[in-house]
């Protein structure tokens, strides 16, 4: 469980206009595969992305999804 308490309100709507969800619709797309997740070391659910400010699910989703490059 990740908290948003520090997210604001201009923060909250960015997500949802980008479409994130906490749960992938899809099992080979997500957050934690994603080019602009950023993982946390105390973390293996939860991380935060380079779009939008706070905590995002690892097997989250948006419409902003991209491959990582290896
Ligand atoms: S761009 Fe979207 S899919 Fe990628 S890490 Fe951020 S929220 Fe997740």
Same mark, same amino acid.
């Given at each position: 469980m990740h908290r948003l308490s520090g997210v604001s309100e201009t923060e909250l709507k960015k997500r949802g206009q980008l479409g994130?969800? @906490?749960?992938? %619709? +899809? %099992?080979? +797309?997500h957050c934690s595969n994603c080019q602009l997740w950023l993982p946390k070391? /105390?973390? @293996? /659910?939860c991380g935060n992305c380079q779009i939008f400010k706070g905590p995002v699910y690892a097997q989250g989703y948006c419409t902003y999804w991209a491959p990582q490059m290896i």
């Open positions: 994130y969800v @906490k749960q992938s %619709p +899809s %099992p080979e +797309s070391k /105390d973390s @293996k /659910d």
